[in-house]
């Protein structure tokens, strides 16, 4: 890989940085701040740990394929918190246009507002309301694809300048929470001013404006 400038090799560095760690590590907080704000929905992740992994070994990488209530609560917290709300399909009007009736104007930077997306009500029923079991079998979302092929529900862009680690973040994501879902349940702060608080601030990505304090508790005997 050659960069032309120093600046390019920044750019470079910081996509790296934003599109490989952050996002993951934000996506990660978010599903456990769900986690213990709906403790129902996490004993449904144990009880489908338990069944397919068992308590008397760790879980592996295989494992994850076995695990499709966890794959929904993940894709529910991607859609109720993109980690990018808004997708780097930039446009600019380069002379007045209108667009479905609205005004354009010149020099105007348009993108893709995924968030608006996943919390519009003619999208998504109850869209407000973290409900996991909209992407379980059976379902009509059941088969939804986060890959960018349905624009109800692509945090990692479409086409041909959609993410290329998605296939890797997914995986990641699904196996690191599987891990520690496996050992630990995740209870709120005995602190009641550190409880959960689900306000957002935007910065590289879309963060938790409070960060997250919880009480882990082993789930699995001492080996």
Excluded at 75 to 98: F, M, N
Aim: charged share 20%.
């Amino acid at each position: 890989v050659s960069f032309q400038s120093s600046d390019t090799f920044i750019f470079g560095v910081q996509e790296m940085v934003f599109r490989g760690t952050d996002t993951v590590a934000v996506l990660m907080e978010w599903v456990l701040a769900r986690l213990v704000l709906h403790p129902d929905v996490q004993a449904r992740v144990h009880e489908e740990l338990d069944r397919a992994v068992g308590r008397d070994r760790a879980v592996t990488e295989s494992d994850a394929a076995s695990l499709p209530y966890l794959h929904a609560v993940i894709k529910e917290t991607l859609r109720v918190h993109p980690p990018g709300p808004l997708l780097s399909w930039a446009r600019l009007a380069t002379s007045d246009i209108h667009v479905d009736g609205f005004l354009i104007p010149a020099g105007t930077t348009a993108m893709v507002n995924m968030w608006a997306i996943t919390h519009d009500p003619d999208v998504w029923a109850e869209p407000d309301e973290f409900r996991p079991e909209r992407f379980v079998a059976g379902q009509p979302a059941a088969e939804l694809s986060v890959m960018g092929s349905d624009l109800r529900l692509a945090p990692f862009g479409a086409g041909r300048r959609s993410c290329p680690g998605k296939s890797l973040a997914m995986a990641t994501v699904a196996f690191w929470l599987a891990t520690l879902l496996h050992e630990l349940e995740f209870l709120p702060s005995p602190d009641p001013a550190r409880g959960v608080h689900l306000g957002e601030t935007l910065r590289l990505s879309c963060e938790m404006a409070a960060p997250l304090a919880v009480t882990p508790r082993p789930r699995r005997p001492a080996a």
